[in-house]
T-cell receptor
Framework: AQKVTQAQTEISVVEKEDVTLDCVYE???????LFWYKQPPSGELVFLIR????DEQNEISGRYSWNFQKSTSSFNFTITASQVVDSAVYFC?????????????WGLGTSLAVNP | AAGVIQSPRHLIKEKRETATLKCYPI?????VYWYQQGPGQDPQFLIS???????DKGSIPDRFSAQQFSDYHSELNMSSLELGDSALYFC???????????????FGPGTRLTVL
């Protein structure tokens, strides 16, 4: 069963629109971490945020904000006043214990296209 | 700040050939992870190493092997290459400490392998 679900496969918006990328996760761990990564067309994975399961405080970083709702197992990502440079695939990931390490379980990604 | 280094960045091989991908983690990082990302797919965990020992194994084919050396760099060896092995291969590193940064995996730029 998919443990990280990003229901939106593709989103297309016009520049300056706000856009929210959804992420729903499933885990039995009591302590876990959630991440968002950005993958621009060039291919590298850019770390955006990590959230500890005990910290439900929402976070804002410039035009980016994250809404962590433990009650609904969601960790949504909002881009305010989107720009063309925001066009990328965005991955939500869950870190779960596996052996002696924690490994990342990824969602399938949401491809965001911001059009001028 | 030093980042994860992967070499080569691009590699073209023919079917049935072998390939070796190299990963140099961030200094003082003790854990290395390998991921495979096929076209339009999310990254799939292959294998991880902690202190030069294999710590977890994911969906790594038997044709692939990996190891972590005394200087903590890691190599992913791929034999009898198939067309389906064409993908972006990411290496990530982290440092296992008692602090809160244990789960932050820093990704390299990836190696794009094309099998013809």
């Amino acid at each position: 069963a998919q443990k990280v679900t990003q229901a939106q496969t593709e989103i297309s918006v016009v520049e300056k629109e706000d856009v929210t990328l959804d992420c729903v996760y499933e885990t039995r761990d009591t302590t876990y971490y959630l991440f968002w990564y950005k993958q621009p067309p060039s291919g590298e994975l850019v770390f955006l945020i990590r959230r500890n399961s005990f910290d439900e405080q929402n976070e804002i970083s410039g035009r980016y904000s994250w809404n962590f709702q433990k009650s609904t197992s969601s960790f949504n990502f909002t881009i305010t006043a989107s720009q063309v440079v925001d066009s990328a695939v965005y991955f939500c990931a869950l870190s779960e214990q596996s052996g002696n390490n924690r490994k990342l379980i990824w969602g399938l990604g949401t491809s965001l296209a911001v059009n001028p | 700040a030093a980042g994860v280094i992967q070499s080569p960045r691009h590699l073209i091989k023919e079917k049935r050939e072998t390939a070796t991908l190299k990963c140099y983690p961030i200094p003082r990082h003790d854990t290395v992870y390998w991921y495979q990302q096929g076209p339009g797919q999310d990254p799939q965990f292959l294998i991880s190493f902690y202190e030069k020992m294999q710590s977890d194994k994911g969906s790594i084919p038997d044709r692939f092997s990996a190891q972590q050396f005394s200087d903590y760099h890691s190599e992913l060896n791929m034999s009898s290459l198939e067309l389906g092995d064409s993908a972006l291969y990411f290496c990530a590193s982290s440092r296992r400490t008692s602090g809160s940064r244990e789960d932050e995996q820093f990704f390299g730029p990836g190696t794009r392998l094309t099998v013809l």
